[in-house]
């Protein structure tokens, strides 16, 4: 499936480096997501776009920054990240974030380990 | 903030039994329940949803049901077969912020 693509697959990095996640969605949505899935946990949002502007920040720490360049693109900064933030993180993107249709299209997303 | 809650975290079954999975949600104005499926390694994707204007929804194998009085919804699957083994999720969503239950990993044996 190429609907929603993620890079890099996966990602080794210390805890001083900085480094960044790229999604890309060509469905024409105007919604993206970013989500964290940790073991045994429930699938964690993170922050939320709609028409490239952020409408929610789930209490995400700030070592963690979004960036939404336009409704096809969304990246996630990472810098001086903790073991604990070692993942798989999911973008997703929906039609529109108001819209009764919610259904929401997940990359692959990307196996994020930090040492 | 809405909470979702999700039994069993696993399920074994043989194949062409049935599988039952439950979610409880907490929060009364939320109107729209999907379940996705998550295989081994792969991304999750919607299998079936629900709306609250509706009390069940049925397609081919798999169906779902909602309880908006007792806030609980669950997924049905009939005549299981191998390739239905993944991790199942169901979410609660009040304007388009989807809540997820924990997952159920369901396991289906030949």
């Known amino acids: 499936e190429t609907g929603v693509t993620q890079t890099p697959r996966h990602l080794v990095m210390g805890m001083t480096n900085k480094k960044s996640l790229k999604c890309e969605q060509h469905l024409g949505h105007n919604a993206m997501y970013w989500y964290k899935q940790s073991a045994k946990k429930p699938l964690e949002l993170m922050f939320v776009y709609n028409f490239k502007e952020q409408t929610e920040n789930n209490s995400v720490p700030s070592r963690f920054s979004p960036e939404c360049p336009n409704s096809s693109h969304l990246f996630l900064h990472l810098h001086t990240l903790q073991p604990e933030d070692s993942a798989l993180y999911l973008c997703?993107?929906?039609?529109?974030?108001?819209?009764?249709?919610?259904?929401?299209?997940f990359g692959p997303g990307t196996r994020l380990t930090v040492t | 903030g809405e909470n979702v809650e999700q039994h069993p975290s696993t399920l074994s079954v043989q194949e062409g039994d049935s599988a039952v999975i439950k979610c409880t949600y907490s929060?009364?104005?939320?109107?729209?329940f999907p379940w996705y499926k998550q295989e081994l390694g792969k991304r999750p994707q919607l299998i079936i949803d629900?709306?609250?204007?509706?009390g069940e929804k049925k397609d081919q194998r798999i169906a779902v049901t909602l309880n908006k009085t007792a806030k609980h919804f669950s997924l049905h699957i009939t005549e299981t077969q191998p390739e239905d083994s993944a991790v199942y999720f169901c979410a609660a969503s009040r304007y388009s912020t989807l809540t997820f239950g924990k997952g159920t990993m369901l396991l289906v044996s030949p």
């Open positions: 929060d009364s104005a939320s109107n729209y």
């Open positions: 629900i709306r609250s204007n509706v």
């Open positions: 997703a993107s929906s039609q529109d974030r108001t819209a009764r249709d919610v259904e929401q299209y």
